[in-house]
C-alpha cells in the first residue's frame, strides 16, 4: 500500500482544505459539461428553472389534445446523458436539486422544452461552476433538519415534492428534492409523510454516525413550518381525516 499524501482529487470531485475546513466541488467536471453542450460562450442563466414554467409529459400533451406546443426528442440518449451528468453534479451542488428532480421524470420521452431546460440548468451552472460544499472545521455534534413541501405541484399528477436538508454543525451532510408517491387531499397530510420520511433519513443517519464513533446531541432537531402537521405529532389522539396516515403518525412519535 502507497501513501499517496493528501486527498486532492477523487472522482471527479476536487477537494481544497483551508482554515474554515474542506471545500468539495466539482469545478473541473462542471466546466467539462458546459463544453460538451456547446454552451462556452452562452451568456449565464441566474436561476436553474424558470418559476412560472410547467412542464408536461407526452401522454398529458396528448391527452389534453396539446401536441403542436411541443415535439419529441429524435435522440433520446441525448437527453437521458445530460441528466445522468447533471445527476452526478448534483453530489456537491444541492441547488441544483430540484431542478434535477423534476427534469429526471421525462427520462423515457423527453421534448424538446424538458432538453431545453436541462440546458438552461448548464447555463445556470456556468455561472459559478466552483461552487461546492464545504465540511466546516468547527467542531458541533448538532444535526438540524429543515423541511418543506409544494403541495400538489405536479400539473399532471398533483402529487407534492418534497425537500429537505440535514446539517451537522454549519455542515450540509443530507438534502433530497423528491416527489411523493400519493396525492394528498390537505397540506398537513402531505407535511406529515415528508416527517415520516425525514425522520427514517435522521435514523440512519444517526446509526451512521455511531458507526464512525461520534456521537450526536440528542434530541436532533426538525423544523417543519405546518403547525397543524405539528399538533398531529404532538397529539396522542387521532382524528377521522387523519387516520389513513396512522402509521407514520406511530413512527415519528416513536422517535421524538
Not at 396539446?66 to 415535439?71: E, L, P, S
Not at 429524435?74 to 430540484?98: A, H, K, P
Not at 448538532?142 to 425537500?163: E, I, L, N, Q
Request: overall charge positive.
Amino acid at each position: 500500500m502507497k501513501d499517496l499524501g493528501e486527498l486532492k482529487f477523487f472522482f471527479g470531485i476536487e477537494f481544497a482544505r483551508s482554515h474554515k475546513g474542506i471545500l468539495m466541488n466539482q469545478r473541473k467536471y462542471a466546466l467539462e459539461l458546459v463544453s460538451e453542450c456547446g454552451l462556452g460562450g452562452a451568456k449565464p442563466s441566474i436561476s436553474p428553472l424558470d418559476q412560472n414554467m410547467k412542464l408536461t409529459s407526452v401522454e398529458y400533451d396528448k391527452l389534453f389534445d396539446k401536441q403542436g406546443h411541443d415535439t419529441e426528442l429524435e435522440d433520446i440518449r441525448l437527453y437521458q446523458r445530460l441528466i445522468g451528468r447533471l445527476l452526478y453534479l448534483e453530489i456537491t451542488r444541492r441547488d441544483i436539486s430540484y431542478a434535477v428532480q423534476v427534469l429526471s421524470q421525462f427520462m423515457n420521452a423527453p421534448q424538446q422544452s424538458h432538453y431545453d431546460i436541462a440546458l438552461r440548468v448548464v447555463k445556470y451552472i456556468k455561472n459559478c461552476p466552483g461552487q461546492g460544499l464545504l465540511m466546516s472545521s468547527k467542531r458541533s455534534r448538532k444535526v438540524s433538519t429543515f423541511c418543506d413541501v409544494d403541495w400538489a405541484s405536479c400539473s399532471v399528477t398533483r402529487k407534492s415534492v418534497t425537500g429537505f436538508c440535514i446539517k451537522l454543525g454549519d455542515s450540509m451532510i443530507s438534502w433530497k428534492s423528491k416527489k411523493q408517491s400519493t396525492v394528498s387531499r390537505i397540506s398537513a397530510e402531505v407535511e406529515y409523510r415528508s416527517m415520516a420520511n425525514i425522520v427514517a433519513e435522521l435514523t440512519w443517519i444517526n446509526g451512521l454516525l455511531e458507526e464512525l464513533g461520534m456521537q450526536v446531541d440528542l434530541p436532533m432537531e426538525l423544523y417543519c413550518d405546518n403547525k397543524a402537521a405539528i399538533q398531529i405529532a404532538s397529539n396522542p389522539m387521532y382524528h377521522e381525516r387523519t387516520k389513513h396516515i396512522k402509521i407514520n403518525c406511530h413512527f415519528i412519535r416513536e422517535k421524538l
